[in-house]
């Protein structure tokens, strides 16, 4: 299961409606080994593609430095579907080389970038097996000890 603070969810949300037509992407980092999205980083769809998502690979490997640097990890990564459900692509499936992570997809197809409810779920991806899984949205995250 993901659980998600509000805040976050209506970032990866509203970033998802501001790149439709095209795809848009990017990571909540968070603590090493805790599975808790904190930090949104909106990454580059250096495709520019409504169709397809690329991060860019300077933007990528910057990032990955930090969250390094920070006893990070990518928790969620996520992408926007501009013009189909919010299920992985075979393409989609073939890029998700981190086990560990969630998986979230958005579909904007519905309302675009206006207002209006988006398609939100996460998923396991692990060896090209894909499991969906439930999303709970909470006002803060946790605190743990």
């Not at 926007?80 to 992570?101: F, K, M, Q, V, W």
């Not at 997809?105 to 206006?114: D, F």
């Amino acid at each position: 299961m993901l659980t998600i603070d509000r805040a976050t969810y209506d970032g990866i949300v509203a970033h998802a409606k501001r790149d439709h037509p095209d795809e848009a992407c990017g990571v909540v980092a968070g603590p090493e080994s805790s599975d808790r999205p904190e930090r949104l980083v909106e990454m580059v769809n250096a495709a520019g593609s409504p169709t397809f998502y690329e991060f860019d690979s300077t933007e990528l490997l910057e990032l990955y430095k930090e969250m390094w640097d920070r006893d990070e990890e990518p928790v969620v990564i996520y992408h926007s579907h501009t013009a189909t459900e919010a299920y992985p692509s075979r393409t989609d499936i073939g890029l998700a080389n981190e086990p560990g992570a969630h998986y979230v997809l958005v579909s904007t197809r519905e309302h675009g970038n206006n207002e209006g409810p988006v398609e939100f779920r996460s998923y396991r991806i692990v060896d090209g097996e894909v499991t969906e899984e439930e999303v709970t949205v909470v006002d803060e995250q946790p605190v743990s000890n």
